[in-house]
Nanobody, 115 residues
Framework: VQLVESGGGLVQPGGSLRLSCAAS????????MSWYRQAPGKERDLVAR????????NYADSMKGRFTISRDNAKNTVYLQMNSLKPEDTAVYYC?????????WGKGTLVTVSS
């Protein structure tokens, strides 16, 4: 199993970024996928989740209306479009899925929102 996040970087407040997570080693289309984030000194929190077919999405309250999760099962990739970014969105963003009660994580991609 491998999850590889990309697309992070430095962005100014109000800007946008699109994160990608390339998955391999499992049947991607069979699993819900999630994005989490962990800010310095804080716990890892759920950002968004998408169902296996992409028809169901859920967001943490602070991300609703600003972030959009999507997936392309043909490319084994899940995305996180982040708009209207704020300094408090600064964190390492992780891709995740759960199989058999085991949580699988990528290594994360750092997003820094700063002027």
């Amino acid at each position: 199993v491998q999850l590889v996040e990309s697309g992070g970087g430095l962005v100014q407040p109000g800007g946008s970024l699109r994160l990608s997570c390339a998955a391999s080693g499992f049947t991607f289309s069979s699993y819900a996928m999630s994005w989490y984030r962990q800010a310095p000194g804080k716990e890892r929190d759920l950002v968004a989740r998408i169902g296996s077919a992409g028809g169901t999405t859920n967001y943490a309250d602070s991300m609703k209306g600003r972030f959009t999760i999507s997936r392309d099962n043909a490319k084994n990739t899940v995305y996180l479009q982040m708009n209207s970014l704020k300094p408090e969105d600064t964190a390492v963003y992780y891709c995740n899925f759960v199989r058999g009660g085991i949580y699988y994580w990528g290594k994360g991609t750092l997003v820094t929102v700063s002027s």
